[in-house]
């Protein structure tokens, strides 16, 4: 009783503290929509909307998702850019840091709508719309007009516990992808034996360009540097997994290991989207709680409110 006691005083003393405006979610949340605005700005809409037998029109918009941006008003091809300037024009407001109280929920709105209504998802579309759900509590409170510049009064006391919460939950679910993502990959020969990035690199429609193909390939061809690749992966992951859920220091470690991780894989696969959706989030998971000087005593109200067993 008295450790339960322990854990939720201090979990109300964090929560006083937490104040989400640092550079980490100003960083984070225009990287998750300029990944987002890659994917509209360098994909033909044909392709994001291919048709299928099942889904004639392109979209798909069963059920609640007549509610999404890329149903609202049926299929006539001027709906079609009109749809796509809004969604622009929201991404880029959220990529130069215009409001963030006012642009958390469109940015949700248009990362939910692309990705919940297009037929060739990208991977990292559902992520995407994750971390932008949850960034809607931690910025609903942030009434900066810019969020790259510095929160100088306090956050507000009825926002900082929902923002705190928002960020465990952040934390865990990126943990989560990764500890799946590498559960997954243990599950396939390849990767095992290590020898599946030398399939990708010779894939005809993945793995580097042809020009960096031909600057690397005595490289991606010799066994060991391959096996040493596909074997590090999972285990960059798992070090990313554990360290977004530990503590600040740890936490911008990890940081580093997902820019690596995902600008090698960006630069050999060309996943752009996924890898800067995937650095978004660990850039996101990596903020953490700061005290800001006129909030000093709310810590002291919690701390004496606290039960003792």
Request: net charge positive.
């Amino acid at each position: 009783m008295r450790a339960l006691t322990r854990v939720r005083a201090e979990l109300l003393l964090r929560a006083a503290d937490f104040d989400p405006r640092d550079r980490q979610l100003a960083v984070g949340r225009s990287l998750l929509a300029l990944a987002t605005l890659s994917v509209l700005l360098c994909t033909p809409t044909g392709a994001l909307f291919a048709p299928l037998p099942d889904i004639p029109a392109g979209a798909r918009c069963g059920g609640v998702r007549v509610a999404l941006l890329w149903c609202i008003g049926g299929h006539a091809p001027w709906l079609s850019t009109a749809r796509l300037v809004v969604a622009v024009a929201v991404l880029a407001a959220v990529v130069v840091g215009l409001g963030p109280k006012w642009t958390c929920v469109p940015q949700w709105y248009v990362t939910l709508s692309l990705g919940a209504s297009m037929t060739v998802p990208n991977g990292g579309d559902a992520a995407g719309r994750i971390g932008t759900m949850l960034l809607i509590l931690m910025c609903l409170g942030d009434g900066r007009r810019w969020h790259w510049r510095p929160g100088r009064d306090p956050y507000p006391p009825g926002w900082g516990g929902a923002s705190y919460a928002a960020h465990l939950v952040l934390r865990l679910q990126v943990a989560l992808i990764y500890l799946a993502a590498v559960g997954t990959k243990l599950a396939v020969p390849s990767w095992r034996d290590g020898t599946y990035l030398a399939e990708i690199f010779h894939h005809p429609h993945y793995g580097p360009s042809a020009a960096l193909r031909s600057a690397l390939g005595p490289a991606l061809e010799h066994r060991p540097i391959v096996a040493a690749l596909t074997w590090g992966t999972p285990v960059v992951e798992l070090a990313i997994a554990a360290s977004v859920l530990a503590g600040p220091r740890l936490r911008r470690y990890g940081l580093a290991l997902a820019i690596a991780l995902h600008g090698l894989i960006i630069v050999l696969i060309g996943l752009v989207s996924f890898g800067v959706t995937m650095i978004a989030l660990v850039t996101l998971a990596s903020g953490g709680a700061r005290r800001h000087p006129s909030a000093d005593t709310a810590p002291m109200q919690v701390r004496e409110s606290a039960p003792v067993a």
